[in-house]
């Protein structure tokens, strides 16, 4: 069964600090890892994503860790703000003959407090 | 620039009344579309997904349907609407043919079935 783990299931974190959100994954076929951040009553928006053979990507304040032979990546959210507090999803994607089969975690409901 | 849009953005419809959601795309062409149903404060579960006019995959087996009648036009529909058909509906885009590529999603539908 595909699926992938998100932790933890909510985060507060003070004005400036790190957050940190941690997703394991089991199938060794994915080949892209998008993250996505989501405002109450909105759609999902792309944030930032990596590809298995890359270890770091860094945009701006927010980073992604790749681990290939644990399985698991991570969102870095530095310098964290109060606009950032928001639902966030990894992601795993299967490509399959062209169709992206999206794979998401759970979700981390992320506060940042002043 | 590409755009997703999602209509109605808010529904209230009785039980065993018919639905229909629509999801167009600007600024792309034969695009992978998806649709995706999110339950209040879970993550995204995916319903259909569609690689070209008239072809079309389901995920779950449910009361619900899906159609592509255009490129860039993707329908949900239901002949009789349950109580746990509500959610919040999002339609989402990607770039057709193989390759790792990330998903948009438009504005969502909030459902309620009353």
């Known amino acids: 069964q595909q699926q992938v783990k998100q932790s933890p299931q909510s985060l507060i974190v003070q004005k400036g600090g790190i957050s940190i959100i941690n997703c394991a994954y089991e199938n060794t076929a994915f080949d892209y890892f998008p993250w996505y951040q989501q405002f109450p009553g909105k759609g999902p928006a792309l944030l930032i994503a990596?590809?298995?053979?890359?270890s770091e990507k860094k945009e701006g304040r927010f980073t992604i860790s790749f681990n290939k032979s644990a399985k698991q990546f991570s969102l870095h959210i530095m310098d964290s703000q109060p606009g950032d507090s928001a639902t966030y999803f990894c992601?795993?994607?299967?490509?399959?003959?062209?169709?992206?089969?999206?794979?998401f975690g759970t979700g981390t409901r992320l506060t940042i407090i002043p | 620039s590409q755009t997703i849009h999602q209509w109605p953005a808010t529904l209230v419809q009785p039980v065993g009344s018919p639905l229909s959601l629509e999801c167009t795309v600007e600024?792309?062409?034969?695009?992978?579309l998806y649709w995706y149903r999110q339950a209040a404060g879970r993550g995204l579960q995916l319903l259909f997904y569609?690689?070209?006019?008239?072809?079309i995959s389901s995920e779950v087996p449910q009361n619900l349907s899906a159609s592509r009648p255009q490129d860039r036009q993707f329908i949900l529909s239901s002949k009789k609407l349950l109580l746990s058909d509500s959610g919040f509906y999002l339609c989402?885009?990607?770039?057709?043919?193989?390759?790792?590529?990330?998903?948009?999603f438009g504005p969502g539908t909030r459902l309620t079935v009353t």
């Open positions: 992601a795993a994607i299967l490509t399959n003959f062209g169709n992206e089969k999206l794979t």
């Open positions: 990596i590809r298995p053979d890359v």
């Open positions: 569609s690689v070209g006019i008239g072809q």
């Open positions: 600024g792309t062409s034969n695009p992978n």
């Open positions: 989402a885009w990607s770039v057709g043919g193989t390759g790792s590529t990330s998903q948009y």
